[in-house]
C-alpha cells in the first residue's frame, strides 16, 4: 500500500472516531450512564471485530504465539481503552464535539512526542526538535481558535 493511501486510511480513522464520539456521546445522555454507553460500543465493536476477523480468512496465532505475549498487553491496552472512550462520551456533550476532539487530539499529540522522544512502548526514539515543537505550538493555537467565540 503506497504512502498517500495509509495518510488517507488514517484521515479517515479519525473522521470514523469523531462520528462514533458523536454517535456514542448521544447514546450516553440518553442512558444517563456514558459508562453504560462504553460497554454497549466496546460490546458491539467486539461483535463486529469477531465478524470481521472470521471475514478475513487470516490464521490465528499460533499457540506459542499467544503464550509469548506479555500478560498486561491482554489488559492494560483496554483499560486505557475504555477509559479514554468514556472520557470522550462525557465531555462531548459538555464542550461541544469540535472542543472535545481537538482538546483529544492535543492530548494524544503531546503524549505521543514525549513517548516517541522517550522511546516508550518498545518504539524507536524520536527526539524532541523544533519542528515538533512548532506542531505543539500550532495546534494549541488551533484549538484556542476553535474554542474562541
Given at each position: ?107 494524544q499529540l503531546l503524549f505521543s512526542v514525549v513517548a ?33 467565540k
Amino acid at each position: 500500500m503506497n504512502q498517500i493511501s495509509v495518510i488517507f486510511l488514517a484521515f479517515l480513522g479519525g473522521v470514523f472516531l469523531a462520528i462514533q464520539g458523536g454517535y456514542n456521546a448521544q447514546l450516553g445522555v440518553l442512558l444517563k450512564n456514558p459508562l453504560m454507553a462504553s460497554l454497549v460500543a466496546f460490546f458491539c465493536s467486539s461483535v463486529y471485530a469477531a465478524i470481521l476477523l472470521a471475514a478475513s480468512f487470516q490464521p490465528l496465532p499460533a499457540m506459542q504465539q499467544v503464550k509469548a505475549v506479555p500478560t498486561h498487553l491482554w489488559f492494560t491496552g483496554a483499560l486505557f481503552s475504555v477509559v479514554g472512550v468514556s472520557l470522550y462520551y462525557y465531555t462531548i456533550p459538555k464542550l461541544g464535539i469540535s472542543s472535545m476532539i481537538s482538546l483529544g487530539l492535543f492530548g494524544q499529540l503531546l503524549f505521543s512526542v514525549v513517548a516517541g522522544h522517550f522511546g516508550w512502548f518498545g518504539l524507536a526514539a524520536e527526539p524532541v526538535d523544533l519542528k515538533r515543537l512548532l506542531g505543539i505550538a500550532a495546534m494549541v493555537a488551533g484549538i484556542l481558535l476553535i474554542k474562541s467565540k
